[in-house]
């Protein structure tokens, strides 16, 4: 009788740690998942970049995990489907799906009472979207100019100018022709037929502001150019009565520089 007593406090003793060991590993897991969850971060995505398609993303956390299909057309979310949401009491967060599809955004209030699977939810669809997203097209560097580098003479480009509006708007334009010249020392001077002026000139950045003197009236005038580069070849732009004109550095049509 006393083994048999023996034996079953033995047995008790067994299953009391073993229920202990479980709870214990249980409430890390719980820990744990909290905290995953929790260190979640959010990125908003510009639908704007993301391609038409289907996408499919996921967010495992352990105890609350979701598997879903994002639909994009012209930018647009047109559907979200859930194909899996592993969670405790946390149903009520699939209400999130929809509203992200009506703002179309992800950065969407969480469903109150289900904090953590709406995150878990939240990420599963941004992970879907930014499989999505094109890559940025590089930005060019910007031009770093010197008031030498735009010294010389320029002409109006061929092919870039309104050449009827440019006879329409200037005066002998056709009979007495362009030309335009940067010099070093600051000085600018520009003329299409009878207009045009002559003045000073400062560098900022790709902007070349000119302050000249009226050939027709000697009244003041304020112009920018703005200094691109495209192939390896110098432009300079500007606006005058309205008229968008691009001029090419170097006398002959090919604006090459030596």
């Not at 289900?114 to 890559?135: D, H, W, Y």
């Amino acid at each position: 009788m006393k083994t048999e007593t023996k034996l079953m406090v033995i047995l008790l003793a067994v299953t009391l740690a073993a229920a202990l060991l479980a709870g214990g590993l249980y409430l890390k897991s719980i820990r744990d998942y909290k905290a995953e969850v929790a260190a979640l971060t959010f990125t908003e995505i510009d639908l704007s970049r993301v391609a038409d398609g289907t996408y499919a993303g996921s967010c495992e956390t352990g105890v609350v995990n979701a598997q879903v299909l994002v639909t994009v057309r012209n930018h647009t979310i047109t559907d979200i489907q859930l194909l899996r949401h592993d969670n405790g009491r946390g149903t009520p967060a699939e209400a999130i799906l929809a509203r992200m599809l009506q703002d179309q955004a992800t950065d969407v209030d969480t469903v109150s009472g289900a904090t953590n699977s709406s995150r878990v939810l939240r990420k599963a669809v941004e992970n879907a979207l930014s499989q999505g997203i094109s890559p940025e097209a590089p930005t060019e560097a910007p031009l770093a100019l010197t008031p030498g580098d735009l010294a010389g003479p320029w002409h109006l480009t061929a092919g870039e100018n309104d050449e009827a509006a440019i006879f329409d708007t200037f005066p002998g334009a056709m009979e007495f022709g362009s030309s335009m010249e940067v010099r070093s020392d600051g000085r600018i001077s520009w003329y299409i037929g009878a207009e045009g002026g002559a003045g000073t000139c400062t560098l900022s950045g790709s902007v070349l502001r000119a302050e000249l003197v009226s050939a027709l009236d000697g009244s003041a005038m304020t112009m920018d150019f703005t200094a691109e580069q495209r192939d390896g070849r110098l432009f300079l732009t500007t606006r005058y009565k309205d008229l968008p004109l691009c001029w090419s550095w170097g006398e002959d049509e090919t604006g090459a520089r030596d």
